[in-house]
Structure formats: C-alpha cells, structure tokens
C-alpha cells in the first residue's frame, strides 16, 4: 500500500474539496475521456501499439494520464485506464477492434457459462498494472491536480460480457434480467465483489477520489434498475468506504454517474455517493431539487457544444454555471470527449468554468 507521505503535497485540491461540500475558489473542472484521441499527441502514443497495451504498461497509461494536464488547467487527472478490465480479470478475453471498439469473442450466452468465469478474490493479482500506474501517476502530477480512479458499474459490466460488444438495445443482456433472473443477480454480485476489490486497491495505490460509471442506465426503467442497478451500487460504496477506512486511509469521495438514469437520481441520492453525475439531458436546477443540498453534482455540457465555436462555449459554460450555482458543483461534460474534437475548444470549456465561477 502507497503511504501518503510518498505523494507530492497537494497544490490543487478544488475537486475533493467540493466533492466534500467544502468551499473552493473556482469550480472545479475536468472532462471525462479527457485523456485521448482527440489529442495529437496521444494519438501519436497510440499509433506504436495497441489499446490494451497501453493500458497495461504503468508508464504509457501515466505519460497520456499527463497529456492533458499538460495542455490545459484541469483541475483533476484520471487514470487512462477502461472499464473493461474487470471482465479480463474475471477470465474474458477482450478485443479492441478499430472502428468496432471492445469486443468480446466469446461473450456470455446462458448461465451454464458463469463457471468459466475466475474469482473475483483474484482480481487485484491481475490487475497490479493498474494500481502501478496510479501509484506513478500521483508522484509524477507532483500535486497539480487529484488523481481520479474509476470502474464501471456492474450492471454495465454484465451488459458487455453477454452482448460481447456495444448495443442500442442491451436486449441479450436485458433478455437474462427476465429470463434468468438468479443468474443475473448471480454474476453482478462476481463483479460487484470485484470491482469492491478493485476500487480498494486503487485507494491503496494512490486514487484519491473514485468514480463509478453506469454508462447503461439508460437501457433500465425504474422497476429493473432498482431490482438490479441500485443494490450493486449501494454495496461498492459501502464497502469500498468501510474498507478504506479499516485501512487507516482518508475518507475517499466517490462519484457515480448514471448515464441516461434521469428516473434514478432521487434513489441514488439515499446512497452514500458524495457526487451524483449528470449526463446533458438533465436539468441542474431539476436534478438539484431531486437529490437535495447534501450531495455535490457533476456535469453536465453536452459534449456537442464543444463543436461550437469558443464565442458560443462560452455563453454555454455561462448558462450552465448560472444553473448548477457554484457550491457542491464539479464541471463537466454530459458525457466524454469524442476524438474528432479541437483541443482548443476544451481549453475554451476550462477557461470559461473557471471565469464564470470565481468567487
């Protein structure tokens, strides 16, 4: 485990202050997939080897955790690492195909098929890349920002494993919800235990706030988002926070972010989540009244106003901070960065967020 005395102290805590409700000078702001294709010079990293590759070599995930941090004032890093992880772990091959994206080649088809999957008790042991490259990454950002770790959430986990690739419909992974539903609740607790396993150990290695993606949401009404979704969710912060604890380290804020799970806020809202993300179809001051004052939210531009120009992401950035206000807020995208974006048009994000929220 890194002790903390081993980090740089911090310069820029703005984002774990406000995931606290604390007060900040400016509001904090980072972008999710800030750290890639968009970028020359990650696309030139990108170009020597292949995804998982990176991913896997503790060096090159720090180098283009960096790359943005190096281009503009973002007020946080996140490990460049991918959600997928947690199913290689688990025993799952994954392919990173281009213009496919992941694929699985031999995904999940009927419960029969959750005894090929490894414990997720062995996780961590397969997954020591990625505590190294946090452990790295926090010396090398010499406290110039938090160091942000992640995972996704284990309903989005399951949607891939079964539909073995990316779906506008999830309607394999939602058939087992109604066919198998013992099955499913099955292998959400492996991945839910494995991902527990997992985010402790990114704390021990240096991850100084953690976030959750449920980039599915939106394939699940209420009804099967509260039967499935919600209970998995509620157990990894849960336990990751008791565990941390045990370990003697600092309470970390965590960060759940529901893509397209506008009918889910008020139950997330009753977890013990410090940050609730938003995606672009939310509105703040709704989704402010929905989960109440105690809880800090993130988001929430649509990343299609970044192919506006810098006049128009301003006033856009001016709207949006007028309805988030300046307390318990984190700027962000509704969603993540797409590679066909101007760099500098994200510095125009990042410089707005931080003129239009100075004290």
Same mark, same amino acid.
Request: proline fraction near 7%.
């Given at each position: 485990?890194?002790?903390?005395?081993?980090?740089?102290?911090?310069?820029?805590?703005?984002?774990?202050?406000?995931? !606290?409700?604390?007060?900040?000078?400016?509001?904090?702001?980072?972008?999710?997939?800030?750290?890639?294709?968009?970028?020359?010079?990650? @696309?030139?990293?990108?170009?020597?080897?292949?995804?998982?590759? +990176?991913?896997?070599?503790?060096?090159?995930?720090? &180098?283009?955790?960096?790359?943005?941090?190096?281009?503009?004032?973002?007020?946080?890093?996140?490990?460049?690492?991918?959600?997928?992880?947690?199913?290689?772990? #688990?025993? +799952?091959?994954?392919?990173?195909?281009?213009?496919?994206?992941?694929?699985?080649?031999?995904?999940? !088809?009927?419960?029969?098929?959750?005894?090929?999957?490894?414990?997720?008790?062995?996780?961590?042991?397969?997954?020591?890349?990625?505590?190294?490259?946090?452990?790295?990454?926090?010396?090398?950002?010499?406290?110039?920002?938090?160091? %942000?770790?992640?995972?996704?959430?284990?309903?989005?986990?399951?949607?891939?494993?079964?539909?073995? &690739? $990316?779906?506008?419909?999830?309607?394999?992974? &939602? $058939?087992? #919800?109604?066919?198998?539903?013992?099955?499913?609740?099955?292998?959400?607790?492996?991945?839910?235990?494995?991902?527990?396993?997992?985010?402790? $150990?990114?704390? =021990?290695?240096?991850?100084?706030?953690?976030?959750?993606?449920?980039?599915?949401?939106?394939?699940?009404?209420?009804?099967?988002? @509260?039967? /499935?979704?919600?209970?998995? #969710?509620?157990? %990894?912060?849960?336990?990751?926070?008791?565990?941390?604890?045990?370990? $003697?380290?600092?309470?970390?804020? +965590?960060?759940? /972010?529901?893509?397209?799970?506008?009918?889910?806020?008020?139950?997330?809202?009753?977890?013990?989540?410090?940050?609730?993300?938003?995606?672009?179809?939310?509105?703040?001051?709704?989704?402010?009244?929905?989960?109440?004052?105690?809880?800090?939210?993130?988001?929430?531009?649509?990343?299609?106003?970044?192919?506006?120009?810098?006049?128009?992401?301003?006033?856009?950035?001016?709207?949006? %901070?007028? =309805?988030?206000?300046?307390?318990?807020?984190?700027?962000?995208?509704?969603?993540?960065?797409?590679?066909? +974006?101007?760099?500098?048009?994200?510095?125009? /994000?990042?410089?707005?967020?931080?003129?239009?929220?100075? =004290?």
């Amino acid at each position: 485990m890194a002790e903390e005395n081993e980090f740089p102290a911090m310069k820029n805590d703005r984002l774990l202050r406000a995931a !606290r409700g604390e007060e900040v000078d400016v509001v904090p702001v980072w972008a999710m997939r800030q750290a890639g294709r968009y970028l020359p010079e990650f @696309r030139e990293e990108r170009a020597k080897c292949d995804f998982f590759t +990176m991913c896997q070599t503790p060096e090159l995930s720090c &180098k283009v955790t960096l790359q943005p941090l190096n281009r503009f004032p973002l007020d946080a890093a996140i490990i460049f690492s991918d959600i997928l992880v947690i199913p290689q772990a #688990l025993g +799952m091959e994954v392919e990173m195909r281009p213009g496919e994206g992941p694929v699985f080649p031999s995904p999940l !088809r009927g419960p029969e098929d959750l005894t090929k999957l490894a414990s997720p008790a062995d996780v961590c042991s397969k997954l020591e890349y990625v505590f190294d490259a946090l452990t790295l990454t926090r010396k090398e950002l010499q406290g110039k920002a938090p160091l %942000i770790g992640f995972s996704g959430a284990p309903w989005t986990i399951m949607a891939y494993m079964i539909e073995g &690739k $990316g779906s506008k419909t999830m309607s394999n992974a &939602k $058939g087992w #919800l109604y066919k198998y539903p013992e099955a499913s609740h099955q292998l959400l607790k492996i991945i839910t235990d494995a991902t527990v396993n997992y985010l402790v $150990g990114q704390a =021990k290695a240096g991850a100084q706030i953690l976030q959750v993606f449920e980039s599915h949401a939106e394939h699940l009404g209420p009804d099967l988002f @509260r039967n /499935f979704a919600l209970p998995c #969710l509620k157990q %990894i912060c849960d336990e990751v926070k008791e565990r941390v604890s045990q370990l $003697g380290l600092k309470n970390i804020p +965590m960060i759940v /972010f529901p893509k397209g799970g506008h009918f889910a806020l008020k139950d997330l809202a009753a977890l013990n989540y410090e940050v609730i993300g938003i995606d672009w179809t939310v509105d703040p001051i709704l989704a402010r009244q929905i989960v109440g004052p105690n809880k800090t939210l993130q988001g929430n531009l649509d990343p299609c106003a970044l192919y506006a120009d810098k006049k128009s992401i301003d006033g856009a950035v001016k709207e949006m %901070i007028q =309805k988030f206000g300046r307390d318990r807020y984190i700027a962000n995208l509704g969603h993540g960065m797409y590679p066909d +974006m101007d760099p500098e048009h994200l510095a125009a /994000f990042v410089e707005a967020v931080h003129k239009y929220s100075k =004290k």
